[in-house]
T-cell receptor, first 110, second 113 residues
Framework: AQSVTQPDIHITVSEGASLELRCNYS??????LFWYVQSPGQGLQLLLK??????LVQGIKGFEAEFKRSQSSFNLRKPSVHWSDAAEYFC????????FGRGTSLIVHP | DGGITQSPKYLFRKEGQNVTLSCEQN?????MYWYRQDPGQGLRLIYY???????QKGDIAEGYSVSREKKESFPLTVTSAQKNPTAFYLC????????????FGDGTRLSIL
């Protein structure tokens, strides 16, 4: 069965520090993979997506993610976090009926 | 701009009452979905519809019902059979093409009086 795992429930970083949010997937074939961000009381906004080709994908708001087939991972990164990045982040796999991870809550300290 | 509109933003339900959450999209997407979100549990699929007049149960359909009479609209009714309806409900749509992401509305928060 397809699955997406986000191992970290909460991540705390200082403003200006680098960020990496982990996502592991379990799929038979190369999956479609997505990262979404959710601010409190809002819907999900797409940050970036991976379908095929270049394994390093760029997204909005300065985020990027790298697809690593050997590690079944699709980790989200940002070189310098801003206070406004504090939110819930969801990794998802599959397209038409995606499987979502449980989310990682990002806390940013000033 | 195209998008998904959910209404109301906040909704309160009395015991034994059915309530309906609205979801409208002007993206011309074929597929629409309803998710329930509880703290720490991510998104759980309630119902989805691939085409007008057709819909399928998701993982947690008990206590909910939907209709898809128009391509643009996919209302969700939370019935009195749903004993724990307090949650954040998200509506989403998908164009039906494989390599595209879902689009989401801004959600409705349902609470019990």
């Amino acid at each position: 069965a397809q699955s997406v795992t986000q191992p970290d429930i909460h991540i705390t970083v200082s403003e200006g520090a680098s960020l990496e949010l982990r996502c592991n997937y379990s799929y038979g074939a190369t999956p479609y993979l997505f990262w979404y961000v959710q601010s409190p009381g809002q819907g999900l906004q797409l940050l970036l997506k991976y379908f095929s080709g270049d394994t390093l994908v760029q997204g909005i708001k300065g985020f990027e993610a790298e697809f690593k087939r050997s590690q079944s991972s699709f980790n989200l990164r940002k070189p310098s976090v801003h206070w406004s990045d504090a939110a819930e982040y969801f990794c998802a796999g599959g397209s038409y009926i995606p499987t979502f991870g449980r989310g990682t809550s990002l806390i940013v300290h000033p | 701009d195209g998008g998904i509109t959910q209404s109301p933003k906040y909704l309160f339900r009395k015991e034994g009452q059915n309530v309906t959450l609205s979801c409208e999209q002007n993206l011309n997407h074929d597929a629409m979905y309803w998710y329930r979100q509880d703290p720490g549990q991510g998104l759980r699929l309630i119902y989805y519809s691939q085409i007008v007049n057709d819909f399928q149960k998701g993982d947690i359909a008990e206590g909910y019902s939907v209709s898809r009479e128009k391509k643009e609209s996919f209302p969700l009714t939370v019935t009195s059979a749903q004993k724990n309806p307090t949650a954040f409900y998200l509506c989403a749509s998908h164009p039906g093409l494989g390599n595209q992401p879902q689009h989401f509305g801004d959600g409705t928060r349902l609470s019990i009086l």
